[in-house]
């Protein structure tokens, strides 16, 4: 056994090894132009690697710019973590869809990546001829209201700038506009001659059809002086370089006529609708709480222009909603805007409940044409949930099976009553003649006691509480609580806000002012009296 033990453990600790030791890649873009660099990233958190990457496998279709080295130290709840970064300038060779091959470091090897370069235009013009100049471009030269175009200012740089440059602030009447990411910086070789390019990308949405002008841009740097400077200690030498970009035109166009009228305008160039539950709704009974989410993600809009999603409004089902969560992501095509719903779903009937189809209608900017994204109605099936009684809302109808077996039974238990009544009229009359006896002491809690335990459950706020209390008071009432809220407005009013608390997150907020008002407010007459007065003797006449 022990030779055995020491046989396995060098190969356990070689897979365990193996299996710690990643190298991660990645590019701070997957888009650029001919001539212009990208860096690609190394990362691994295997501290017993040394040395580094084998960069040999680059050559055949990057220059390798540079390289350097970044190790970092983090730690998150008591476990620390060391990290080793490699950041690489590379410049591609070639045009069009080149792949980055995977990169070798001991036992480890990162993942291929594939980044897309497009042929620029070379041609000697004024502005490349300049030591700095600043260039503007937008991704398509009209777009429809409301929706998204793309604005990218580079500056361009041959030689070394001080770290006082300054851009003026984009503005443009009637547009919204949204910056995309970070600032980029990268190189890019022009007609021979290395340029540092600081890039900045924005989204704008222009708000009325019609001739859009974008105003130029200006950028003001102060030039570093390489000749040596006689005054060590007095100001930095240099030259101020003050440069703009040209205006750009951008045509906007109205919606089309052959979009709906009731439907919002969504402009974009994808939408997809999604739909999860929590639970899954496969075993539900009634009572039961269910989270459905609805997620709606667009390319080429933000979040805060998606409009709303329909309400799942359906009966039987009682909806708790929550307050919508928006984000958005910077993508090389520009924004994705989100928008999830989440709504507590309750039945209250058993049997099947029909979900309408949710429909999005949008218009396709890319291919320029209406399109509809919708999810497929489905029914739930609730089961009865026998440890579980349901009041009935005010205003909600039961189900009724008008049957020769429920007919039978109404008419037997109308032939009871009747007969109950009878022999309860010849007792009381049979009393009126009998002198006035004590009744024996009730059993269990009083109504008067019933009370004030929902007196002090609802002025504590406390809703659970409030429920148990409510429920036994009831059970010593002549009626439901169903039948009394429908009798009685504010107090089916006040049941819903407590079913509200007691399905929804809300319930930390619930005020039960309202329902101890209103149990307090019921008719006399629809409230079952204590038996036994407050001498604890019967009324002497019965009435």
Partial sequence: MTRFTALLLPLLISTFTAQAAELTASVDRSRLNSGETVELTLETDD??????????ALEALFEVRGT????????????TRATTRWIITLLPKENGSVTIPPLQLGEAQSQPITVQVFASD????????????????????????????????????????????????L??????IEQLGDTRTYEKDINGLRHGVIEMRYAIYPQHSGLLTIAPQTFSATLVDTAPSADASGPKPGKLMRVS????????????????????????????????????PDHTQVGDSLTRSLTLKVEGLASSQLPALPATDVNGLRRYPDQPVLSNQSSDRGIIGSREEREALVPSR???????????????????????SSLPARTLQIANNPSLQI???????????????????????????????????????RARWQPAVHRAAQTGPSPRTLLDDIKRASQANDPHATRQALDAWARQQPETLAEMAARFVPLSDALDGLNGALYSET???WQGEDLWRAIRTIPAAERVQDPVSESGLPPLYPK
């Fill in 68 to 79: 350097r080295q970044v190790n970092q130290l983090n730690t998150l709840n008591g476990d």
């Fill in 171 to 176: 503005q443009i009447a009637d547009a919204r």
């Fill in 47 to 56: 501290v017993t690697q040394f040395g580094k990457p084998d960069l040999s």
């Fill in 245 to 280: 970009s040209a205006s750009i035109p951008l045509t906007v166009k109205p919606k089309p006529l052959t979009y709906p009228v009731d439907a919002p305008w969504l402009p974009a160039r994808s939408l997809s609708l999604s739909e999860s539950w929590s639970p899954e």
């Fill in 350 to 372: 058993s049997g099947a409940i029909d979900l309408p189809t949710v429909d999005v209608v949008w218009w396709n900017t890319f291919e320029d044409h209406l399109e509809h």
């Fill in 391 to 429: 009041d009935t809302p005010a205003g909600t109808l039961q189900p009724s099976t008008a049957d020769n077996d429920t007919l039978w039974w109404w008419k037997l238990s109308t032939l009871i009553l009747a007969c109950t009544t009878l022999l309860g009229f010849g007792l009381w009359w």
């Fill in 122 to 169: 070379h041609r000697e013009d004024k502005n490349s001829l300049d030591p700095v100049f600043i260039e503007a471009s937008l991704d398509q030269t009209s777009v429809y209201v409301q929706a998204q175009a793309i604005l990218t200012l580079r500056i361009y740089h041959s030689v070394s700038l001080y770290d006082d440059s300054s851009l003026s602030p």
């Fill in 507 to 509: 319930g930390q907020h």
